[in-house]
Every structure is written in structure tokens, then in C-alpha cells.
């Protein structure tokens, strides 16, 4: 067994995040200058898209898009229950009705054959998560939003670099959100981009994500700035810094090596994995343009004398740190006492939840690391197997 706890995430920073957070600091520069600027720009060179706007997570990401994309009281917004908290309450920020539709059951991502007969007069927009880094089924998800005249709002947390028929996630939808936060496969410790190619609609969220101001800071006090500014709406606090964009920068840089190194990995699980009949391994569409944020696998029950907590207990006791993505929004006592949801209501999702466990797949990992939550998951397998 494991001697030391593997942490079920954890970044891969070098010298160069550590020198640029330190230039940053020597130059009194911290808040958003010259560093957020050369970070948009060559993130959206990476992209190839036209505007990439950073802010401080992609929560931030999310409200500044379904408010640029004119999401208010007593709209709608199409989403998925196989996400995180955030993904739903920037709508209810906005007192907008989140409303859910099931996943698939492979690859746990929108069913795009539920949208539709989601869709009423007050919806404005339709959110798709790329759970786990696998990219949704787009092109219907696509022609559904035109048919009806819809915004579609990417939530790409988990999906870089992610590409769906050879196109990077951040240039498909009307807008798309990224996520910086620790765990992710890029990471500025906390963060996010926005990406989109309307001009309207980023002229709108770069004015609402610093206060609705005319001029930001760098623009007020730099050499040769004006001092003076409009407010020209009541905007929010969402602005990244100069220290976040620093450790951004080497993370694009190195981005798609990361990304070899995830599926390298996901790759070793599946090899190892496929053969044991006590787990599922997730489905890949296409394992090369999965960005691997997570490696989701499920347990067979009708296999397993134990239940999925159990065998999460038995991973930690064998060193092994894991997660749960996700438990559906519905069942959780806002949404569920709000909107009146059952378990059963989407019933995919939840069949799903009682049976996940994501297991450690970051570039930081070594094949020793690896090699240990094999060994730990086969072993946890074959000692309850029924």
C-alpha cells in the first residue's frame, strides 16, 4: 500500500510562475495591467477567437455572459444537473429560473434531444457543461439555439484544451466560460477567461466586469492615463490580477504538454481498468480531443458487495485521495425545495451520482503515482467482489 496520501489534485507550477509572480510584486504593479492584457491576448491567440476577457473565476465568467446576453427576471436558461453549484446560481443571480435537462448515460453530458422539449417562451439561453472535459454533442445544441433564437453560454471549466470536430472549445458558442481555479488543467490559482467573437457582447461584459467603469485602473494610472471615468452601469468586482495573470502565462505556455501528459494517464486507466468487471470506464468519443480534467469511472453494483461510499472509504485507507463529480444539482435542498425536484426527475443523472468516483489525473502525477490508484481500485474491486 501507498505510503504518503495522493492528493486527488494538485498544479503543476514551476520556476517561471514563481519568477513572474515576483516580477509582479517588484514592479507595484498588482492589480490588472500589462500581464492581464498579454494574457488575454495570447489566450485568445490560442483560441483563435477574437475577444478573451479575464476575470476572477469562471463564476464571475458565467454571470457577465448571461447578463451581456440580456438574462434577467423571469427568463429561463437550459442546463445540465451534472455540474457544479455555480453553473445554475449565476441564473438565480440574475432571477432567472435555472431549468435542467437529464444527461446522457455515457458520457454524462446534455442530452441535446431533451433541450428542446425543454424550451418555452421565457427561455433566453442554453447553458452546455463539457463534464469532465469531454466536449458535448454541439452541432444539434447549435441548431436548436438558432431555430428558437437562443444565446448559447459554454460552461468549459473543465474543457481545456478540449476540441469538438477539430475546433478548439472557446470559438463554438456565443460565448464561452473557463475555469482557473486550482484543480484545473491551466491555473492562476483563481480565475477565469471568457471567450466569444461579438463584438457587443464584449464591449459589454469588459465594462461590467470592473464596476461598469469606463476606464479600469490600468488606464487611470499608468503613464499617460486620465484620471477621470464614467460609470456607465452598475457593474461588478470580477476584474483577474497582474499576480494570477503571471502564473497564467507559463500554464498556456505549456498547456497542451499538460494535456499529453493527462491523457498519458487516462490512457494507463483505461488500459488497466477495461478489464475489470467490477468498474465502467468513461467513454471517449475521441480520446485525443478530450481535455482529461477528470477520469470519472463508475461502479457496478450487481459486482460489489460494497457501495460506491464504501469504496471510496477503501481508496482513502489505501492512501488515495478522490472525488465525487458531481451530485446533481436537483437533489440538493435549494433546488430540490425551490423548484419541487424528485431524485427520479432526471433520472440518468442520478443513477449516475450513486455509482461515481473521479479518480487523481493531473500532469504532476508521476507512473509510480498512477500505478498506486490502479493498484488501490483493483485491489478495492477484487476484495469485494461478489
Known amino acids: 500500500m501507498r505510503e504518503s496520501f495522493l492528493l486527488f489534485a494538485s498544479p503543476l507550477l514551476g520556476e517561471e510562475e514563481i519568477q513572474g509572480v515576483l516580477e509582479c510584486l517588484r514592479s507595484g504593479w498588482l492589480t490588472t ?157 483563481e480565475g477565469g477567461m471568457i471567450t466569444t467573437d461579438n463584438d457587443r457582447y464584449a464591449d459589454r461584459m469588459r465594462l461590467m466586469s470592473l464596476h461598469g467603469m469606463s476606464r479600469d485602473a490600468w488606464k487611470r494610472y499608468s503613464q499617460g492615463g486620465a484620471w477621470s471615468y464614467d460609470v456607465l452601469a452598475p457593474g461588478y468586482k470580477y476584474n483577474l490580477t497582474d499576480m494570477a495573470a503571471a502564473i497564467g502565462l507559463p500554464q498556456l505556455h505549456h498547456c497542451e504538454a499538460y494535456h499529453r501528459r493527462r491523457l498519458e494517464i487516462a490512457r494507463m486507466y483505461q488500459e488497466a481498468f477495461s478489464r475489470l468487471p467490477q468498474i465502467s470506464t468513461p467513454v471517449a468519443r475521441d480520446e485525443e480531443a478530450h481535455g482529461w480534467h477528470l477520469y470519472v469511472i463508475q461502479i457496478n453494483p450487481d459486482r460489489l458487495t460494497i457501495d460506491r461510499d464504501a469504496f471510496i472509504r477503501s481508496l482513502g485507507e489505501k492512501n488515495i485521495g478522490v472525488s465525487v463529480h458531481f451530485i446533481p444539482l436537483h437533489i440538493h435542498p435549494y433546488y430540490r425545495d425551490t423548484y419541487g425536484y424528485k431524485p427520479q426527475d432526471f433520472p440518468r443523472a442520478f443513477a449516475a451520482f450513486q455509482r461515481l468516483i473521479s479518480l487523481p489525473l493531473y500532469a504532476k502525477m508521476t507512473d509510480r503515482d498512477v500505478n498506486d490508484v490502479i493498484d488501490a481500485v483493483r485491489l478495492t474491486a477484487e476484495q469485494n467482489s461478489r
Request: proline share 5%; charged share 20%; net charge neutral.
Open 33 to 189: 495591467g500589462a500581464k492581464v492584457k498579454e494574457f488575454e491576448g495570447k489566450f485568445a491567440e490560442y483560441m483563435s477567437c477574437k475577444h478573451a476577457i479575464a476575470v476572477n473565476s469562471c463564476t464571475a465568467a458565467l454571470h457577465l455572459a448571461l447578463e451581456a446576453s440580456g438574462v434577467g427576471p423571469g427568463d429561463e436558461v437550459i442546463t445540465s444537473p451534472m455540474t457544479f453549484t455555480a453553473t445554475a446560481a449565476v441564473v438565480e443571480h440574475l432571477r432567472a429560473k435555472p431549468v435542467f435537462v437529464d444527461c446522457v448515460a455515457d458520457t454524462l453530458n446534455m442530452d441535446p434531444t431533451a433541450i428542446e422539449r425543454a424550451i418555452t417562451p421565457r427561455t433566453k439561453a442554453i447553458i452546455p457543461v463539457h463534464f469532465a472535459g469531454q466536449s458535448c454533442d454541439m452541432d444539434p445544441i447549435l441548431e436548436i439555439a438558432r431555430k428558437h433564437r437562443l444565446a448559447v453560454i459554454e460552461d468549459a471549466a473543465h474543457a481545456i484544451p478540449t476540441r469538438y470536430k477539430g475546433r478548439m472549445i472557446g470559438t463554438l458558442g456565443d460565448i464561452t466560460c473557463f475555469s482557473f481555479y486550482a484543480t484545473k488543467n491551466l491555473t492562476t490559482g
